[in-house]
């Protein structure tokens, strides 16, 4: 894949790598930040393939160096020249081979997991920070219409004001202009918004950033219909000698904020679902239980959540959250009891379930809470439906 990854190839990626089935072998998740200078991420693939190579032995390393090995083949060839992040899922051909790399306009942290199945953290949080929407960039002469897909730009129209090359020299001054040009402006803003509903209905977008002249823009903001109006996020002017680069970034640094605040309103949702005992639930344990019924709705989490190992026998599937001192299970007796990372096992499961899963930058309100909670589809019962949770785990 030498393209920058959309957010429909993420959103089926995520449900991919969330349904991963484990095997004995390691599966290893790796996140490279390649804004400004190479060595930073190098260093980080290095130091961490030389401790893992310490450490490892036998199949395990094999497993290991089949999987880098193929890491650094896509590393040489396939990088975009606008990509400011990796994610390469990988793992070697004695585990069942896996690969998977994804590379994005927008950045990621470093870091390097090894674990039984891919660790999907930071896809997650970057779908729900970046996710997509358009930009209508408007001139008094032109205008156009970008699609801004994970942090990429794409032009999807480009509108010309036809009326324009006329005016200069011909009609000014004649007193007639002022009544054709207001009627010819009308045609112009007309003919932009039309094109604007129509790629952003087809495209099925829910967020729209104006930009531009702002006196244009201004009218724009007045004649927008009301389903477009609703889904505007922001107005930012920019100045003649703006390039695109500098537009797509000052809509992003807007979209983050904007998103963010959705984020926190959902976080609100769900205070006051738990308020009116309607539909929601919160903390590490009832979250786990919910998400393991399936009737979610949004996984909600603060971007700081981070609970005690939880654990998960292989024989029964049952999954729990303060592990057992030994590895029975408590469910089955099997000595297949191990320790999980509890986060990663609620985004596999809204992975599977392919529920939204909303990122909250802060919110003291949930950190009481346990930092965790889901809105619900339906009610959720806790003697009927704990029973079908286990059930449908265990089966
Ligand atoms: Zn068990």
Redesign the pocket.
């Known amino acids: 894949m030498t393209h920058l990854t959309t957010l429909d190839e993420l959103n089926q990626q995520i449900t991919v790598l969330a349904s991963v089935e484990e095997t004995d072998a390691l599966f290893i998740s790796v996140y490279l930040n390649l804004e400004g200078e190479t060595t930073d991420w190098r260093e980080t693939l290095n130091d961490r393939a030389r401790l893992l190579r310490l450490i490892l032995k036998d199949d395990d390393l094999a497993d290991f160096n089949d999987a880098l090995d193929k890491v650094e083949a896509w590393l040489d060839t396939e990088l975009h020249p606008e990509a400011k992040s990796a994610a390469i899922f990988v793992r070697g051909i004695f585990g069942g081979a896996f690969m998977l790399p994804m590379q994005f306009a927008v950045p990621l942290p470093n870091w390097i997991a090894v674990y039984p199945t891919p660790n999907i953290y930071h896809l997650v949080e970057l779908k729900d920070n970046y996710h997509r929407y358009i930009v209508l960039f408007a001139m008094p002469d032109r205008a156009s219409i970008l699609e801004v897909n994970l942090g990429a730009a794409t032009t999807r129209a480009w509108i010309n004001n036809p009326d324009l090359r006329t005016r200069v020299g011909q009609e000014w001054g004649r007193p007639h202009f002022q009544v054709h040009q207001k009627h010819r402006g009308d045609r112009f803003m007309h003919e932009k918004i039309a094109v604007l509903e129509q790629l952003m209905h087809a495209g099925g977008h829910t967020h729209l950033i104006l930009t531009g002249d702002p006196k244009i823009t201004k009218s724009i903001r007045l004649a927008l219909p009301e389903d477009l109006a609703d889904k505007l996020v922001d107005i930012i002017p920019t100045s003649k000698r703006d390039q695109q680069t500098d537009i797509v970034m000052a809509t992003l640094s807007s979209f983050i904020e904007h998103e963010e605040q959705e984020s926190r309103s959902v976080a609100e949702q769900l205070i006051e679902g738990l308020r009116s005992q309607n539909l929601a639930v919160a903390g590490t344990a009832d979250t786990l239980t919910v998400l393991r019924w399936g009737e979610v709705d949004t996984l909600v989490m603060t971007s700081d959540y981070q609970p005690d190992p939880g654990w998960t026998?292989a024989?029964?599937r049952?999954m729990g959250i303060e592990p057992p001192e030994t590895s029975a299970?408590p469910?089955?007796g099997?000595l297949?009891?191990r320790p999980i990372d509890i986060r990663e096992a609620m985004l596999r499961l809204a992975g599977q379930l392919e529920c939204t899963v909303e990122v909250v930058e802060h919110s003291d309100e949930l950190m009481s809470l346990g930092g965790v909670g889901c809105l619900l589809r339906t009610h959720f019962d806790t003697k009927t439906d704990a029973q079908t949770a286990h059930v449908s785990a265990s089966s």
Do not use: R
Request: aromatic share 0%; proline share 0%.
């Open positions: 026998c024989t029964c049952a299970c469910q089955c099997a297949t009891a």
